[in-house]
């Protein structure tokens, strides 16, 4: 048998594994390093976060992939160099992130990399009947394996595609291993550059259980916030939102897009949230002229309505009651005041976030790319029944250090 292969089929027979998982998400904000301890699979799923880090981009790596990120029109060979940049970049952080955590690469047994999402580009982004729904996500698998000397898996969303998704969310696959939870009514809320949920009802039916990204979260937010002000990536605590009031006419004009009118379940991403999007609504209702604190309370009031709205939905396509459920925040939007008391304000349910399960909300993602991982490795075909989106996979693409 080939030693690569060997040693893979000795990791897929282990009690539990050690399995770092990378995320770098639409906020370009630097790439989550989890690393994680994980037995069992499927609904027996068991993880430990046993570290966990972001290593921030610096100026000049968020310059470099912005100069691609979900643009129409872009330089083809950059796109190319991108991609190898991006995987020795990944490889040099988890490096920098072990030795500091004293952990040598050899008691590592897989690394499980996202990659860097360029362009997110489902049908009814694209509207062209004889493609596919696609999404390309780069930073190559093969330069952190020959780099770190670790197994590596990459590129999961392309099996998720191949059989009838959109490639995303994949969230589902980790919440519903870790927190579906019969007899309680969950959703497990992620509030990143663009928000999803993961919907599980107490039944844990895999045919209730649904996924969907409900539109913007932090993009907009993001995008307007350095516009006005170069030396900010973020509107922290809210504080340029909470000075200003929201405008109900561009607030109307921003809610009209087709996207908040198709079924679940759906992705989207700034493909379409992104500047032009909001300067068009501007446009439309003829506030152009408005202050940055309003637009930024607009913007934010925006994310919380449309993120509500397509929770009230999918519980009124139930018999069960709002006020039975319980959502659990994660990702940067929780820790915007604004956002989540507004949240607060248009949910009856009750509210609360991941780390109170014992999954810290900012390492989650990282953490679902380490269980897909173990899922491929070591795991089956999870049976998520005929719901659409969720097909019964297992996902990535192996790569070996030699
Ligand atoms: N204290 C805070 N106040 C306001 N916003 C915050 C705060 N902390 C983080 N954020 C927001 O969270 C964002 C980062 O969120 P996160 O890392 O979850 O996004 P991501 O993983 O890149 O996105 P996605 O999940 O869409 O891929 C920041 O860009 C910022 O908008
Ligand atoms: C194409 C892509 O990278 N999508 C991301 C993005 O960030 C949030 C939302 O949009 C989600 O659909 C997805 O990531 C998470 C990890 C997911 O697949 O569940």
């Excluded at 360029?118 to 696609?134: E, G, M, T």
């Amino acid at each position: 048998m080939n030693a690569n292969l060997e040693s893979l089929y000795k990791i897929a027979q282990k009690p539990s594994r050690t399995i770092i998982g990378l995320m770098s998400g639409t906020s370009l904000d630097g790439l989550d390093v989890a690393l994680c301890e994980i037995s069992g699979s499927g609904e027996s799923t068991e993880v430990r976060l046993v570290q966990f880090d972001t290593v921030d981009y610096s100026e000049e790596i968020k310059s470099e992939i912005r100069t691609v990120f979900a643009k129409q029109t872009i330089d083809f060979q950059k796109l190319v160099l991108l991609n190898e940049w991006i995987g020795v970049l990944h490889a040099n952080m988890i490096l920098e992130c072990l030795e500091r955590w004293g952990i040598p690469t050899n008691k590592v047994d897989l690394v499980a990399s996202h990659g860097q999402t360029v362009f997110h580009a489902p049908k009814i982004l694209h509207q062209q009947d004889k493609f596919p729904n696609a999404t390309l996500q780069i930073g190559d698998g093969d330069h952190i394996a020959v780099k770190t000397g670790i197994i590596t898996l990459s590129d999961f969303r392309q099996k998720h595609l191949a059989a009838g998704g959109e490639g995303a969310p994949l969230a589902v696959y980790g919440d519903y291993f870790l927190f579906g939870k019969k007899g309680e009514n969950r959703i497990m809320l992620n509030m990143g550059g663009i928000a999803n949920f993961t919907y599980l009802p107490s039944s844990s039916s895999p045919e209730e259980v649904f996924v969907t990204d409900t539109g913007t979260g932090n993009t907009l937010i993001d995008a307007f916030t350095r516009l006005s002000f170069p030396d900010k990536a973020y509107d922290k605590d809210a504080e340029i939102a909470k000075q200003g009031k929201v405008n109900n006419s561009l607030l109307e004009a921003l809610k009209a897009d087709e996207f908040f009118l198709a079924s679940f379940p759906k992705t989207t991403g700034p493909e379409l949230f992104n500047i032009e999007y909001v300067r068009k609504a501007q446009t439309e209702s003829n506030t152009n002229d408005i202050s940055v604190e309003d637009l930024l309370a607009t913007l934010t009031r925006f994310s919380a309505e449309t993120i509500a709205s397509a929770i009230h939905t999918a519980i009124n396509n139930t018999t069960y009651s709002a006020e039975s459920f319980t959502i659990y925040m994660s990702g940067g939007g929780a820790h915007n005041p604004l956002l989540v008391s507004w949240l607060k304000e248009l949910l009856p349910c009750t509210f609360s976030n991941t780390d109170s399960l014992g999954i810290s909300g900012d390492a989650k993602e990282a953490i679902l790319f380490a269980i897909l991982a173990n899922e491929t490795v070591s795991g089956g075909t999870s049976d998520f029944g005929t719901r659409k989106g969720i097909p019964s996979v297992s996902m990535g693409k192996i790569s070996f250090p030699s």
